[in-house]
């Protein structure tokens, strides 16, 4: 199911929309609903929970997600004889997209929450990495005479990664003799190749071949990191609040 996101447009009976012929691979136009959808969750949290500790109170969430994707696809079109046509094409179409919410937290909601420890820590981490490999190849031969073959190649790839990677303490009273030590991390990682080919390859008298290749790729990194003290009262040793995005990169062949 695509949701459409243009400009307004409005068919007639005597011109309707063609659903069939429209480009659902352009973001600016569509956008797939099932590919935004609840993120998948991975939390160490309290809710309206007081706890009383002689030791450490520890909250961790740690997240590591892999998308390996390999599409590939490939046509020949071969005409001969007297007025001999031959038409091929190939298409290589790719969506990948990971989505987490990695969160550690203590939250006292309306009720509120009372935390004694020795010290606190809250740590979230995700690591998340696609590697997609998108290709298309074409092959356009005309033998004989008068004979004519086209290809056409097609690669298009989409690789998203939006992940949310928070650690927070909210609407809680925490009092310890040691730290308070909240640390969110998170490194997102996009490799992709994005290829399409097409060749003619025209053999004989009056034979003609005509070939045509395109590839189009969007990759995105749409990471949030936050680590936050809300509407607490916190006493410590020393209070800590790290946010870090490390190794976020995109590497893209197209």
Known sequence: VYEYLGPEVTGTEAAPIGLRQQDY???????LLSMTSSPAEVRAYLFETSVAASGALTLSATSNQTVDATVLSGSVAVAGGLLGVGLGGAGSSAVNRIAALVEAAIDGGEAGADILAASVSLTATDTSEITATTEAAALAVGLGALAA??????AIARNEIANQVATRIADATVETTGDVTLESTESATITAITAAAAAPGPAGGIAISFAGAGANARN?????TTATIEDSDVDGDAVSLTATSTGTTIDALV
């Open 149 to 154: 073959g086209g290809a056409v190649g097609i």
């Open 25 to 31: 691979q352009n973001p600016d136009l569509w956008r």
């Open 220 to 224: 995105v990194i749409l990471t949030r």
